[in-house]
Structure formats: structure tokens, C-alpha cells
């Protein structure tokens, strides 16, 4: 199968188009055409305009249609209202991609959108991706592809840049270019009317000139392919990340400028964490992140050391560390021992390592080279301020020395101006990152190793249902139902402590009562003491109208309590519809903590799950820790310990420790109810009372509504749970068990074990090559999918105690929605065993069940055993026009 992104079109043109290119000086089409000739594009270049026999020496066509060349690309600066029937002639005209660099769509208000829309329709019907509009354009420096009216071009080199905001891009570039810092691509999106970031992420993904990746992100339209995407880049590649609109008033900025969801920033500060993204919060750090990534800065971890020759500028430095979370290196004895030897007595003995105010050129050299060959260090860095016996310049000589057999990153802050310039000339030749001041050298350290941290975090691909005690889903699932069927959305509290009863969440029972006389014989059967609350779908906070009381005692006190909740409730909340009073016991725990754990439903990444400090304390601090679901064990603890309740959950004022086994389990039931309640909008569960002997939900409140009948299961969320469900056993006749289930990340070494002993034969048929081992790119690829929108089945077999692969298969869905392409491969020694045909049927019945129509595939024509393999299972196939070595084969999947 071939292995060519979609958007090779777009972003490897060997045919471009300028329509719109003009003589006229400053003009958008004729700075085009000036830029794609001074950056002597590779592949062949046409300009188009009726006006003009030729433009700046380039042959000028009347129409798009009659260039004598199939184009890749079309690039159109023309007037707004004229480009629905440019894109409706580039269709006719066999046109693959185009770029709308023209504005005046929906920017400008219900008559652009309309043109917008009309674009959007015509490029679909001819199945042409469209960049834009309102956009800079792309460039493609390695290829002296320059498609944007950028006054500034690009170097080559290995980041790549993706923005919503074409004037940013400029900024960009400008501010590159006299820094030495190059780019394997620049994509300005525009209005993302039709492409957006998650398929341009993809395209970098499997790019080889593209290392790390950076975005500036205004709003989100698609939340699972942008989450789906940032997880496979950031498993291979550093990206790095500027998200405006972190308040209210910029949120609706972004809005009119890209009418892009922005949400809340917290949410997406989650969303980051978990896709393994670094994120950057201003230009500074930006361009600071962009000149280490180029210099190939790569710390393996966040220990830093940091080496000064004044202690107020270490401390400084040490203040920023803790700020960030950076621990500071603890050195090793040996470190210590050849410190001790180096330095004179009144050094510093620790880290910050302060080498005193005369220290010379070879003190210097020998702490540096100390701390390098030392353990526990993973990154240097070293500060200088001038002082009378101080040599800026020489001692920027050995650590730049230094620096080019060293193993870590070192980062340098030279303070002052004069007498330190030309030291940082020299480190900004050699590739090291400088900075005046120590904050912004330790930012850079903790964005850049913060890539290497949250691996652990993209890894998790957590399943959708636990298998021990599974909930009762049709339950809780009734009990929504009739609430909806009732026009209710508020669940009352019985109803919120049964939907976590059937989700094996321990709860406090509870029962309503409508008269006093029927409190007190509830109280009783319950056992006192007791603790009584309004029950009414109009009062959220029950406390605050008056109508809880707790730790009541005898059965003369219930009665009481029943008529002053009732008299209190009514003063203060007269239009309050009541149903009773709720009576449950008092839960006594001497050692509890009281903790709330929440979901809510974000604009853009759907419902999320808070944690934090609960009780009556919970409004007054909404510092709660957010995470996106699903979540397994390793997540759950990370969001654990990112809450400021975390410390009190430990030994605590002669508390003991919680149960955290117990708080983990109630934290994946909360999750698990995410995924397979769709109908839950909000819920927050205050308190949960956790001891050293378990937990506890005492309160709960759940706001449901209804949701679309053609929804997939995990419409609602972000990202896609594991789907566990897939998951089944196939006994072949030797008794051999086989399983076939989806794949996961964790399979990377399993897929690539597989590819390595595959035979060569096996290999070039299914790679058109013959490979010996995956690239890393191609592994995440492959073992990182979105659920949604691709799927893949390994066959494994249990050998020697571990699971080894022998089969696997998939489909991607492609951009149409509508069909999907697929691949199928066999171990060598399970050939000819019915594993491949077993594969296929999982596969086709999979998208079958999708709602796709159509499934592709492309074979090597040579390949006589596969085309007969694919032609029982009724592809019908035919010649690739453009290319005889191969076939093409469809399936229809619907009737």
C-alpha cells in the first residue's frame, strides 16, 4: 500500500499555480510570483491571469483551465467573490489542492460566510483540499517552495511552524531569518475553513525534515482530531505550543477573529499535559524555544545544575527552578570529590555550585566539566557576571569546548551588556542558548525537558470499562431516561446516588421523607445519627437556603428538623419546588478529608473531570485539578497529585494516610461514568469523605440532557477511550488460541518486533520497500490512532509467557468521511492459516459499522497472490492511472 500523506498535493507540489499573479508592483499576485521565483522552486511554475501574456518572465494562462499541465497546486489572490467559480474551474481542471490567500470571508460578516460556504462546497464536490482563506500561504524551504506574501523568506531547517495567525507567521520569519533558526515548513491556516490543525499535524508527523513542531492556536474546531494529532506528533517529535485567549475578554477576540471554540484555558492546559505538548505562553519563550530546538537542545530529564560565579544570581535562578517544579541536581559523591578538588574552600557545596567572584577561565572548565560527566544531571547551566577578575569571552571559549563532547544540554547566562556581547556572539554561533537574565534560561529548560516528562502521560490509552465489578450501565441509564422522559434535567439525590451506585461508587443511602412522622421512623430504621437535607431540583447549594442539618441524635430532634428545614427553605427560596426531606446517616469519619470530584463540559474538549478540597470550603477555593477522561490508574494519580489537596492526603496532623486505592477506584468509576454516560453535562460529588479506611460519596448533584440518536458511543468526548468491546478470541483447528483487538501505543515494541521478522518478500509487498526496521515515526503512526477515525487489529498469540504478534490490519478513514483505505498484513509462518481472511472480516465489518461506504486499497500489481485474496472478499479492482505498477480495489460496505 502506498504510503503518500494526502496532503502531499498541498505541501509537495511538483505543479504550481498562481492565480491572480500580476505586473503590477506590491500587488498580492505579483509578490507571489516574485517570492516563488526568488526561492527557485523545484517544480514547475504557471501563472494565471487573463490580463497578462506572461508575469516577471513566467508564461501567463487565461484560465487555470488552460494550463497545459495538470497542477498540484493552485494559489488564488483574487477578489472574494470571485473565487467559488475559480475553485469550481481548478476542479474541472484536475487541481489537487488550493491556498484562498484573499480575505473577506466569513471575517466580514453573514454575507462572507456565504461565501465561504460556497467555496468550501464547490472544493468538496471536486474533492480539492483547501488551505484558507485568509491566510499567508505555505512554504516549503527545502523545496524553494515560497506560496505566501510573506516580505520575509524562510531558511531551511527542521522545525515546523502551524498558525492560525498569518501576521504571527511574519513575525516569525522575520525574527528568524538574522537568527540562523530554519524551518522544514510554515503553514498559515487561516479560517481552517477546510483544513484545519490535526491534518496538517499528521502531514508532520511522517515528514522527515520536520524535528519538533511549533503551533500558535487562537480556537479549536475539531477537538478529537486535534487532541488525536498533537498525541501522535508529540510521541516522536517535540511541539511545542502558544494558545492565546487564556481570559474571557480575549476569548471573544478569537472568536471574531477565527470563529474558532476557545474554552477554558485550564481545560486546555490539561488537554496539553495529556497530549505530551509543551506549552509556551508568550514570544520570548517562543523564539528562545525555537533557537535550542534548531541547536538540537535536548534534555532527557529536569535536573538541572546550575553554575554561577555570584550566589545572588544562583539563588535567583534556584527561586525560578522551584517556581517551575525543576529539581535542582543532587550530585554524586564522585562530583562532590572532584568539585572539592577544583574549587577553593568557600564554594558554594551544593547546587547552585557558586565557584566565587575571581573564579578564571580553568576553574570554570573544570566545575563544568565536573558537573557534565557527573549522575543525576540532566542539563547545565552556567552564569557569569563580569567582576574584576572575570574573562567573559575566554571562559565563553571553554564552555563552548566543553559543550561539543557533552552528552546534556548546557544553556548559559552571561549578565550585563558591554563587556559580555561579544561571549554571547560567540554562543549564539556555536548553537548554545544564551540569555541576559537567569528566569527566562530555567523557563526555557523546564518547556523543553516538560517534552520529555509528559511522555508518561501520552502513553496512557486507558479502556473504556474496568472488568472488575462491572457497573450496571442499563441502570443508571433507566434512571436518565425517565428523568429526560419526565422534562427533567436536574437528577434529584437519590437519583444522582443510584447512577453511582450502579457505577460501584460507595454512597451514603439515602430516602426522603414528605411528613416529620415519616422522617422519624426513616431515621430510625437508618440508625442515628442522622443528617437531613432539603430535596428539591431548584436548590443546588443546600446549606446556603438553610436546609441541612447535621449530626441529629434523637428522633425529637428529627422531628424538629424537618419543619425548621421546610419553614427556613421556604423564607429564603419561596419559589423552590420541594419534595421532602432526604435522610441519610451521619457519616463520622475522626481522620476523613472532605473532596469533591466533578465533571463539567468544556466548549471545545467536552466533559472533563475536577478534583480538588471539598466541603462548604469548595466555592470559596475552585483551585480544582482538571484532567480529560478517559483516565486509568497512572492518570488518575497524576491528577492526584497536581491538586492542592494532595499534600493532606498523606500523613497529616496525626491523620493517617487515605485509602488512595479506595480514592482511585471512586476516580475511574467517575471516569467510566464519563465515557459511557453521554448524557451527563454536570456532576459533582461533595463531599467525598476519604479515611484511611475508604471513601465515601455523602452528597451528589447531577444535571443530565439529551443527546443526538445517530451519536456514536464516544461522540462526546475528546479522546476516544480504548475500545475494549472489540476485543475477541478466535480458535483456529490446532487449537492455537489467537486474539484480535485493537491496537495500542504500548504495542510500539510488539509492532516492531512483528516488521523485523517479517521476510523480505512479505516486507516490500506490504512497504514497497524492504525495510529492516520501522522509523520511529512510523511506529507511533501506527500504534498511536484515533479510534474514531481509524482502526487497527493485531493478532497475537501467547508464547514463552508474552503476547507476540502475528497479524495485523487497518483502515484510515479518508478526508471525504465517506471511504476509508486499508491494509493487511500476515506473519510469514501463519500464512495460508485463514488469519488474513479472519483479519479482513473483523476490519470490514469495523467500518461497516462505522457508516463508511467504501473501502480502497492499493496493490502492487506483481502481487497475484493479494489481488486474488482481495477479489474473494469483492474488491473490485482496476488500474491506477497514473501509475501501472499498482491496482486499485474497492469494496462497497453498504447495501
Known amino acids: 500500500m502506498k504510503e503518500k500523506h494526502y496532503l502531499t498535493p498541498l505541501l509537495e507540489p511538483r505543479s504550481v499555480g498562481v492565480i491572480g499573479a500580476s505586473e503590477r508592483e506590491s500587488s498580492l499576485g505579483n509578490v507571489l510570483i516574485r517570492n516563488m521565483l526568488d526561492s527557485a522552486f523545484k517544480g514547475r511554475l504557471f501563472a494565471i491571469n487573463p490580463r497578462h501574456e506572461s508575469v516577471l518572465g513566467v508564461p501567463c494562462y487565461k484560465s487555470v483551465e488552460d494550463v497545459p499541465h495538470r497542477l498540484d497546486l493552485a494559489v488564488i489572490a483574487v ?18 489542492a488550493v491556498i484562498v490567500l484573499s480575505a473577506g470571508f466569513s471575517e466580514t460578516g453573514p454575507r462572507g460566510a456565504k461565501l465561504e460556504r460556497q467555496v468550501v462546497e464547490a472544493a468538496r464536490r471536486h474533492r480539492i483540499r483547501l488551505l484558507g482563506p485568509n491566510c499567508l500561504g505555505i512554504m516549503r524551504p527545502e523545496l ?21 495567525s498569518g501576521a504571527l507567521c511574519a513575525a516569525i520569519l522575520d525574527w528568524a531569518k538574522p537568527n540562523n533558526v ?31 513542531i511549533f503551533l500558535y492556536v487562537e480556537g479549536i474546531r475539531d477537538a478529537r482530531r486535534f487532541m488525536s494529532a498533537l498525541r501522535g506528533a508529540a510521541r516522536v517529535k517535540p511541539v511545542l505550543l502558544i494558545k492565546v485567549g487564556r481570559h474571557p475578554d480575549a476569548s471573544k477576540a478569537v472568536l471574531q477573529h477565527t470563529g474558532a471554540q476557545v474554552g477554558e484555558d485550564g481545560v486546555f492546559d490539561a488537554a496539553l499535559r495529556r497530549a505530551g505538548v509543551i506549552r509556551l505562553y508568550n514570544m520570548g519563550q517562543l523564539f528562545a524555544a525555537a533557537n535550542a530546538l534548531f541547536s538540537h537542545f535536548r534534555p532527557r530529564g ?61 576553574r570554570y572548565r573544570k566545575t563544568v566539566q565536573a558537573v557534565l560527566e557527573g549522575p543525576n544531571v540532566d542539563g547545565v547551566m552556567v552564569m557569569l557576571t563580569p567582576q574584576a577578575m572575570t574573562e567573559p569571552t575566554e571562559v565563553a571559549q571553554a564552555i563552548i569546548d566543553l559543550e561539543k563532547n557533552a552528552d ?57 470499562l474496568s472488568h472488575l465489578n462491572p457497573p450496571s450501565i442499563e441502570s443508571a441509564r433507566l434512571v436518565i431516561e425517565t428523568a429526560l422522559a419526565e422534562r427533567r434535567k436536574a437528577l434529584n439525590e437519590m437519583e444522582s446516588k443510584a447512577l453511582l451506585a450502579a457505577f460501584r461508587i460507595p454512597i451514603a443511602q439515602t430516602v426522603v421523607a414528605r411528613s416529620a412522622t415519616e422522617a422519624m421512623v426513616l431515621a430510625e430504621e437508618i440508625g442515628l445519627p442522622v443528617v437531613m437535607k432539603i430535596d428539591s431540583p431548584s436548590i443546588i447549594h443546600k446549606s446556603d437556603s438553610g436546609g441541612v442539618r447535621l449530626n441529629l441524635g434523637s428522633l425529637a430532634a428529627v422531628r424538629t428538623a424537618y419543619q425548621e428545614i421546610l419553614d427556613e427553605v421556604r423564607k429564603n427560596k419561596p419559589d423552590a419546588a420541594i419534595n421532602g426531606v432526604a435522610i441519610e446517616p451521619m457519616i463520622l469519619k475522626r481522620n476523613g478529608r472532605e473532596l469533591v470530584v466533578g465533571v463539567k ?103 443530565v440532557d439529551n443527546v443526538s440518536p445517530t451519536a456514536d458511543r464516544y461522540d462526546h468526548m475528546a479522546i476516544h477511550p480504548y475500545p475494549s468491546h472489540l476485543t475477541h478470541k478466535w480458535t483456529v483447528p490446532d487449537g492455537t488460541e489467537v486474539t484480535i483487538r485493537p491496537i495500542k501505543p504500548e504495542d510500539a515494541e510488539l509492532e516492531i518486533e ?142
Open 182 to 212: 530554519g524551518f522544514s515548513a510554515v503553514v498559515s491556516l487561516g479560517s481552517s475553513s477546510d483544513i484545519d490543525f490535526g491534518e496538517v499535524l499528521e502531514y508532520m508527523i511522517s515528514d522527515p525534515r520536520t524535528e519538533s
Open 302 to 362: 529536569n535536573r538541572l545544575a546550575v553554575i554561577t560565579n555570584g550566589g545572588g544570581p544562583g539563588v535567583m535562578a534556584a527561586d525560578r527552578c522551584a517556581d517551575l517544579g525543576i529539581p535542582l541536581s543532587e550530585f554524586s559523591e564522585g562530583t562532590m570529590e572532584k568539585l572539592n578538588a577544583a574549587l577553593p574552600a568557600g564554594w558554594s557545596h551544593g547546587n547552585p555550585v557558586d565557584i566565587l567572584g575571581d573564579a578564571d577561565v580553568e
Open 79 to 96: 477578489r472574494a467573490e470571485k473565487i467559488p467559480d475559480i475553485v469550481d474551474a481548478c476542479g474541472r481542471a484536475g487541481v489537487k
Open 144 to 164: 524553494g517552495l515560497n506560496a505566501t506574501f510573506a516580505h520575509a523568506s524562510a531558511n531551511k531547517g527542521s522545525i515546523g511552524l502551524i498558525s492560525q
Open 601 to 703: 463540559r468544556d466548549a471545545v474538549f467536552g466533559p472533563v473531570i475536577t478534583f480538588g478540597e471539598g466541603g462548604n470550603r469548595v466555592e470559596a477555593n475552585r483551585d480544582l485539578a482538571v484532567a480529560l477522561p478517559p483516565l486509568n490508574n497512572f492518570l488518575v494519580r497524576d491528577l492526584i497529585r497536581s491538586s492542592r489537596v494532595a499534600p493532606l492526603l498523606d500523613e497529616f496532623r496525626n491523620m493517617p494516610a487515605v485509602d488512595m486505592d479506595a480514592l482511585e477506584l471512586v476516580m475511574l468509576r467517575v471516569s467510566e461514568m464519563v465515557c459511557e454516560l453521554p448524557w451527563i453535562h454536570q456532576m459533582e460529588i461533595n463531599p467525598l469523605i476519604v479515611d484511611e479506611k475508604g471513601a465515601v460519596a455523602v452528597d451528589c448533584r447531577i444535571i
Open 754 to 895: 512483528f516488521v523485523r521478522k517479517l521476510s523480505p518478500e512479505t516486507k516490500y509487498y506490504r512497504f514497497m520497500n524492504t525495510m529492516r526496521e520501522l522509523p520511529p515515526a512510523m511506529v507511533a503512526r501506527l500504534t498511536q490512532i484515533d479510534y474514531d477515525r481509524e482502526m487497527a487489529f493485531v493478532a497475537t498469540v501467547e508464547k514463552d509467557g508474552a503476547d507476540m504478534e502475528i497479524g495485523v490490519c487497518r483502515y484510515a478513514v479518508n478526508p471525504d468521511g465517506e471511504s476509508c483505505e486499508f491494509a493487511v498484513v500476515v506473519s510469514d509462518e501463519w500464512q495460508h492459516r485463514g488469519l488474513a481472511r479472519r483479519l479482513m472480516g473483523v476490519l470490514i465489518e469495523t467500518a461497516r459499522g462505522k457508516g463508511l461506504a467504501y473501502m480502497n486499497g492499493v496493490f502492487l500489481a506483481n502481487n497475484e497472490r493479494m489481488l486474488k485474496f482481495v477479489q474473494g472478499l469483492g474488491f473490485v479492482l482496476s488500474n491506477d492511472p497514473e501509475d501501472n505498477t499498482v491496482k486499485l480495489g474497492v469494496l462497497a460496505l453498504q447495501d
Open 408 to 464: 546534556k544540554p548546557v544553556l548559559t547566562c552571561w549578565m550585563g551588556e558591554e563587556l559580555v556581547l561579544e561571549a554571547r556572539h560567540m554562543f549564539i554561533e556555536a548553537g548554545i542558548p544564551t540569555f541576559r537574565t537567569p528566569e527566562p534560561a530555567v523557563e526555557l529548560f523546564s518547556h523543553i525537558s516538560a517534552y520529555y516528562r509528559n511522555q508518561k502521560l501520552l502513553m496512557q490509552t486507558p479502556a473504556s
